[in-house]
Protein backbone atom coordinates (compact mmCIF):
# COMPACT_ATOMS: atom_id res chain seq x y z
CA UNK A 1 0.00 0.00 0.00
CA UNK A 2 1.21 3.75 -0.70
CA UNK A 3 0.87 5.48 2.60
CA UNK A 4 1.40 9.71 3.25
CA UNK A 5 1.62 9.73 6.45
CA UNK A 6 1.69 8.23 10.13
CA UNK A 7 0.22 9.31 13.46
CA UNK A 8 2.16 7.70 16.09
CA UNK A 9 -0.44 7.61 19.01
CA UNK A 10 -3.92 8.50 19.07
CA UNK A 11 -6.49 8.53 22.05
CA UNK A 12 -9.58 9.05 20.11
CA UNK A 13 -10.00 6.77 16.92
CA UNK A 14 -9.74 3.24 18.27
CA UNK A 15 -12.74 2.23 20.04
CA UNK A 16 -11.36 1.75 24.40
CA UNK A 17 -8.08 2.01 23.04
CA UNK A 18 -4.91 3.85 22.27
CA UNK A 19 -3.69 3.06 18.49
CA UNK A 20 -1.49 4.25 15.63
CA UNK A 21 -3.38 5.95 12.31
CA UNK A 22 -1.55 5.16 9.00
CA UNK A 23 -2.95 7.31 6.19
CA UNK A 24 -3.39 5.41 3.20
CA UNK A 25 -2.49 8.56 0.07
CA UNK A 26 -5.16 8.94 -2.61
CA UNK A 27 -8.84 9.93 -2.60
CA UNK A 28 -11.04 10.01 -5.15
CA UNK A 29 -13.11 12.45 -3.96
CA UNK A 30 -12.87 15.69 -3.14
CA UNK A 31 -15.03 16.90 -0.31
CA UNK A 32 -14.63 21.27 -0.15
CA UNK A 33 -14.29 20.45 4.02
CA UNK A 34 -11.40 18.14 3.60
CA UNK A 35 -8.84 18.97 6.26
CA UNK A 36 -6.16 16.27 4.82
CA UNK A 37 -5.95 17.69 1.15
CA UNK A 38 -2.70 16.86 0.75
CA UNK A 39 -3.91 13.15 0.80
CA UNK A 40 -6.24 13.74 -2.12
CA UNK A 41 -3.44 13.33 -4.98
CA UNK A 42 -2.44 9.52 -5.94
CA UNK A 43 1.44 10.10 -5.03
CA UNK A 44 3.19 12.30 -2.40
CA UNK A 45 6.99 13.38 -1.82
CA UNK A 46 7.54 11.56 0.87
CA UNK A 47 5.69 7.97 1.05
CA UNK A 48 5.37 5.39 3.63
CA UNK A 49 6.07 1.75 3.01
CA UNK A 50 3.69 -0.65 4.21
CA UNK A 51 6.26 -2.57 6.23
CA UNK A 52 7.56 0.59 8.07
CA UNK A 53 3.86 1.27 9.32
CA UNK A 54 3.50 -2.56 10.41
CA UNK A 55 7.21 -2.50 12.13
CA UNK A 56 6.38 0.71 13.76
CA UNK A 57 2.61 -0.79 15.46
CA UNK A 58 4.35 -4.18 16.52
CA UNK A 59 7.01 -1.97 18.39
CA UNK A 60 3.87 -0.33 20.26
CA UNK A 61 3.40 -1.78 23.71
CA UNK A 62 0.59 -4.81 23.70
CA UNK A 63 -2.42 -2.80 24.78
CA UNK A 64 -1.89 -0.31 22.48
CA UNK A 65 -1.12 -2.51 19.41
CA UNK A 66 -3.60 -1.07 17.41
CA UNK A 67 -3.82 0.27 13.82
CA UNK A 68 -6.37 2.31 12.42
CA UNK A 69 -5.68 2.63 8.59
CA UNK A 70 -7.10 5.87 7.46
CA UNK A 71 -6.74 8.01 4.51
CA UNK A 72 -7.58 9.50 1.88
CA UNK A 73 -9.06 6.49 1.11
CA UNK A 74 -7.77 3.24 1.96
CA UNK A 75 -10.55 1.36 0.04
CA UNK A 76 -9.19 2.41 -3.59
CA UNK A 77 -5.85 0.61 -3.16
CA UNK A 78 -6.07 -3.00 -4.16
CA UNK A 79 -3.55 -4.22 -2.16
CA UNK A 80 -5.67 -3.28 1.00
CA UNK A 81 -6.85 -6.80 1.90
CA UNK A 82 -3.43 -7.93 2.06
CA UNK A 83 -2.22 -5.62 3.83
CA UNK A 84 -4.39 -6.65 6.10
CA UNK A 85 -4.01 -10.10 6.53
CA UNK A 86 -0.12 -9.57 7.49
CA UNK A 87 -1.14 -6.87 9.79
CA UNK A 88 -3.48 -9.38 10.98
CA UNK A 89 -0.49 -12.18 11.56
CA UNK A 90 1.39 -9.73 13.38
CA UNK A 91 -1.74 -9.74 15.63
CA UNK A 92 -2.37 -6.38 15.24
CA UNK A 93 -6.15 -5.25 15.85
CA UNK A 94 -7.55 -3.56 12.85
CA UNK A 95 -9.87 -0.20 12.40
CA UNK A 96 -10.76 1.02 8.75
CA UNK A 97 -12.27 4.26 7.88
CA UNK A 98 -13.98 4.43 4.70
CA UNK A 99 -15.86 6.33 2.86
CA UNK A 100 -17.87 3.92 1.63
CA UNK A 101 -17.25 4.77 -2.43
CA UNK A 102 -15.77 1.17 -2.84
CA UNK A 103 -18.63 -1.60 -1.29
CA UNK A 104 -16.72 -4.14 -3.58
CA UNK A 105 -13.77 -3.70 -1.35
CA UNK A 106 -15.45 -3.07 1.87
CA UNK A 107 -16.94 -6.59 1.38
CA UNK A 108 -14.09 -8.05 0.51
CA UNK A 109 -12.86 -7.15 3.53
CA UNK A 110 -15.86 -8.05 5.89
CA UNK A 111 -16.02 -11.69 4.31
CA UNK A 112 -12.39 -12.22 5.41
CA UNK A 113 -12.80 -10.65 8.82
CA UNK A 114 -9.85 -8.87 7.94
CA UNK A 115 -10.65 -6.04 10.49
CA UNK A 116 -11.99 -5.73 13.92
CA UNK A 117 -14.13 -2.34 13.34
CA UNK A 118 -15.13 0.01 10.25
CA UNK A 119 -15.96 4.14 10.77
CA UNK A 120 -17.83 5.06 7.32
CA UNK A 121 -17.96 8.62 6.91
CA UNK A 122 -21.90 9.39 5.57
CA UNK A 123 -21.36 12.88 4.25
CA UNK A 124 -24.99 14.07 3.44
CA UNK A 125 -28.33 13.10 2.44
CA UNK A 126 -27.95 10.72 -0.30
CA UNK A 127 -29.87 12.61 -3.66
CA UNK A 128 -27.73 15.74 -2.75
CA UNK A 129 -24.09 14.02 -2.22
CA UNK A 130 -22.69 15.52 -5.15
CA UNK A 131 -22.77 18.44 -3.17
CA UNK A 132 -20.73 17.12 0.01
CA UNK A 133 -18.70 14.61 -2.27
CA UNK A 134 -17.37 16.73 -5.14
CA UNK A 135 -17.63 13.87 -6.63
CA UNK A 136 -21.02 12.63 -9.48
CA UNK A 137 -22.91 9.81 -9.45
CA UNK A 138 -21.20 8.54 -5.82
CA UNK A 139 -24.72 7.71 -3.95
CA UNK A 140 -25.10 4.66 -5.33
CA UNK A 141 -21.96 3.07 -3.82
CA UNK A 142 -22.21 4.71 -0.42
CA UNK A 143 -25.71 3.37 -0.29
CA UNK A 144 -24.51 -0.18 -1.22
CA UNK A 145 -21.53 0.22 1.75
CA UNK A 146 -24.35 2.13 4.46
CA UNK A 147 -26.30 -1.67 3.60
CA UNK A 148 -23.50 -3.91 4.10
CA UNK A 149 -22.00 -2.65 7.20
CA UNK A 150 -25.83 -2.74 8.70
CA UNK A 151 -25.96 -6.46 7.55
CA UNK A 152 -22.26 -6.89 8.95
CA UNK A 153 -21.59 -8.54 12.43
CA UNK A 154 -18.30 -6.55 12.94
CA UNK A 155 -18.46 -3.28 15.12
CA UNK A 156 -19.21 -0.49 13.21
CA UNK A 157 -20.06 3.10 13.37
CA UNK A 158 -21.59 5.94 10.88
CA UNK A 159 -20.00 9.66 11.23
CA UNK A 160 -21.05 12.86 9.38
CA UNK A 161 -18.99 15.73 9.80
CA UNK A 162 -21.37 19.07 10.21
CA UNK A 163 -20.32 21.79 8.22
CA UNK A 164 -23.01 24.63 9.02
CA UNK A 165 -22.46 26.07 5.83
CA UNK A 166 -23.75 23.10 4.10
CA UNK A 167 -25.77 21.04 6.78
CA UNK A 168 -29.10 22.60 7.76
CA UNK A 169 -31.59 20.34 10.42
CA UNK A 170 -33.77 18.68 7.28
CA UNK A 171 -30.56 17.52 6.07
CA UNK A 172 -29.20 15.58 9.11
CA UNK A 173 -33.27 14.13 9.10
CA UNK A 174 -32.44 12.71 5.92
CA UNK A 175 -29.06 11.52 6.17
CA UNK A 176 -30.26 9.58 9.49
CA UNK A 177 -33.21 8.72 7.67
CA UNK A 178 -30.53 6.89 5.59
CA UNK A 179 -29.07 5.42 8.13
CA UNK A 180 -32.16 4.00 10.15
CA UNK A 181 -31.44 0.50 11.84
CA UNK A 182 -27.88 1.12 11.82
CA UNK A 183 -25.94 0.63 15.47
CA UNK A 184 -24.69 4.46 15.60
CA UNK A 185 -24.13 7.57 14.02
CA UNK A 186 -21.67 10.33 15.58
CA UNK A 187 -22.07 13.54 14.75
CA UNK A 188 -18.46 15.99 14.75
CA UNK A 189 -17.64 18.93 14.07
CA UNK A 190 -15.91 20.88 11.30
CA UNK A 191 -12.68 22.73 11.35
CA UNK A 192 -12.46 25.55 8.95
CA UNK A 193 -8.96 26.13 9.16
CA UNK A 194 -7.58 23.93 7.06
CA UNK A 195 -10.74 23.05 4.88
CA UNK A 196 -9.92 22.41 0.73
CA UNK A 197 -12.59 24.73 -0.62
CA UNK A 198 -11.10 28.46 0.07
CA UNK A 199 -14.59 29.51 0.75
CA UNK A 200 -15.03 27.23 3.62
CA UNK A 201 -11.49 28.36 5.71
CA UNK A 202 -13.12 31.20 7.21
CA UNK A 203 -16.74 29.79 7.64
CA UNK A 204 -18.85 29.18 10.81
CA UNK A 205 -17.95 26.05 12.95
CA UNK A 206 -20.85 24.23 14.42
CA UNK A 207 -21.46 25.51 18.23
CA UNK A 208 -22.67 22.95 21.00
CA UNK A 209 -26.25 23.64 20.50
CA UNK A 210 -26.47 23.27 16.52
CA UNK A 211 -24.43 19.88 17.07
CA UNK A 212 -27.31 18.69 20.51
CA UNK A 213 -29.94 19.78 18.09
CA UNK A 214 -29.06 17.81 15.45
CA UNK A 215 -28.14 15.39 17.75
CA UNK A 216 -31.50 15.04 18.52
CA UNK A 217 -33.65 15.54 15.01
CA UNK A 218 -30.97 12.17 14.27
CA UNK A 219 -31.80 9.93 16.39
CA UNK A 220 -35.21 9.25 15.97
CA UNK A 221 -34.07 7.22 13.34
CA UNK A 222 -30.48 6.12 14.76
CA UNK A 223 -28.71 6.06 18.14
CA UNK A 224 -26.34 9.26 18.00
CA UNK A 225 -23.66 10.67 19.55
CA UNK A 226 -21.41 13.56 19.62
CA UNK A 227 -17.73 13.53 19.14
CA UNK A 228 -15.86 16.98 20.24
Known sequence: MNFGGLQKNSLI???GAP??????????WACPYCHNSRLIPD????????????????????????????????????????????ARQHSLR???DTNGSNPHMLQQVLDHG????????????????????GKRECAPTVKESIHI??????????????????????????????LEGGRVLYLQPFRAQHALAQSLRNSPEPTPAMLQEFCDVAKRFIPVKIRS
Not at 117 to 123: G, P
Open 149 to 178: LKSSRIPYEFRTTVVPNLHKTTDIARLAQS
Open 43 to 86: RCESPISAEDVIQFACQRPPRARNLVVSGGEPTRQPDLPEFLRV
Open 94 to 96: LKL
Open 13 to 15: DFP
Open 114 to 133: LVDYVAMDVKGPLPDYRRYS
Open 19 to 28: AAVAFAQGCG
